[in-house]
């Protein structure tokens, strides 16, 4: 094994090895040839990412989450929208109940609540549950989403996953349980931040910068377009459509570089967000939809989603 290869073996006896592609904060990620993506080595111990998620996502790491998306909710729910109105398309008319996989403070289920669907939502930490039942009256478990909980939920005709797959250490397993509560023919929709994307490699090379989307402390896995269709694959789906996030990188290429001046961070995020309104306002949404799955099938934009079918011929 070269210096630029690392081989490491998990808590269930597998051997993860790969070519080291990035490191920080004390970790180190790899191109594992075993899982088909790039992930963190080593993973965390199991107790301790649940301890994680459980207690210090919401009252520490990310203490302001929950108001900063009520702040920018009205701009949220145009991605809800977009990814409602996608699945209305890909499914019949009487197929609309919805599991929200990791479902945080319920302003999904919410809306798909709104929308005519039956929903239900998984999620591990308190205070974002106590937020969906209280103030959004959504239902959800509490707990972590795994094969019993899968066991235990109705069939659903799909599975969302809005930025869950980079946060667990065995991103296959997950699918694996979303696949075995989906009705026959059911679909995912899984959201993941779209790193080592080409618009980032650009700017490292360009600019100089380190690979800023790297933080072990809390993503664990990263993947683009082409591993997260390839694991899909695997676990028997068949990726259907794309959705992107505004490339948030064009602005840094265009000269707002706001890697370089954190100042501009939230200048730029306004502009994106007065971009999208502006589209709903002129009434071009469907136009919109379309530049966003456009971009998605390129395998840009700041995050991805994947619409994928569950294919029932699978043995997965």
């Not at 080593?42 to 203490?63: C, K």
């Not at 991605?79 to 009487?94: G, R, T």
Request: glycine share 8%; charged share 25%; aromatic share 8%.
């Amino acid at each position: 094994m070269s210096d630029a290869q690392r081989q490491w073996p998990d808590q269930a006896g597998r051997i993860h090895e790969g070519p080291l592609v990035a490191a920080g904060h004390g970790s180190e990620v790899i191109a594992c040839a075993g899982c088909g993506f790039r992930h963190v080595v080593p993973l965390p111990d199991e107790v301790e990412l649940q301890r994680f998620y459980t207690e210090s996502f919401y009252g520490g790491f990310h203490v302001d989450y929950i108001e900063r998306q009520r702040q920018d909710l009205p701009w949220w729910r145009l991605e809800f929208q977009a990814k409602i109105d996608l699945f209305e398309e890909l499914l019949p008319s009487d197929r609309r109940s919805l599991l929200d996989v990791g479902s945080g403070a319920g302003w999904f289920l919410h809306y798909g609540a709104e929308r005519g669907w039956q929903t239900l939502g998984v999620e591990p930490n308190e205070a974002a549950i106590l937020h969906a039942r209280d103030e959004l009256r959504q239902e959800v478990v509490a707990g972590f989403f795994t094969a019993d909980t899968a066991a235990a939920c109705e069939p659903v005709d799909v599975v969302h996953l809005h930025n869950v797959l980079e946060h667990v250490a065995d991103p296959a397993a997950v699918l694996a349980a979303a696949a075995a509560c989906l009705t026959e023919d059911g679909m995912v929709a899984v959201t993941v931040p779209n790193d080592f994307n080409p618009l980032q490699e650009a700017l490292v090379r360009l600019r100089g910068h380190e690979r800023w989307w790297v933080d072990p402390r809390e993503h664990l896995s990263y993947f683009d377009r082409g591993d997260l269709e390839s694991l899909l694959v695997r676990q028997g789906f068949s990726p259907e459509r794309h959705l992107a996030s505004f490339p948030l990188e064009l602005f840094a290429l265009m000269g707002d570089d706001y890697l370089a001046d954190s100042e501009l961070g939230p200048v730029i995020h306004r502009k994106r967000m007065a971009l999208e309104h502006a589209m709903h306002e002129a009434g071009c949404a469907d136009l919109l939809a379309s530049l966003y799955g456009k971009l998605g099938e390129l395998g840009l934009g700041r995050t991805l989603t994947v619409v994928a079918r569950l294919d029932p011929q699978s043995s997965s």
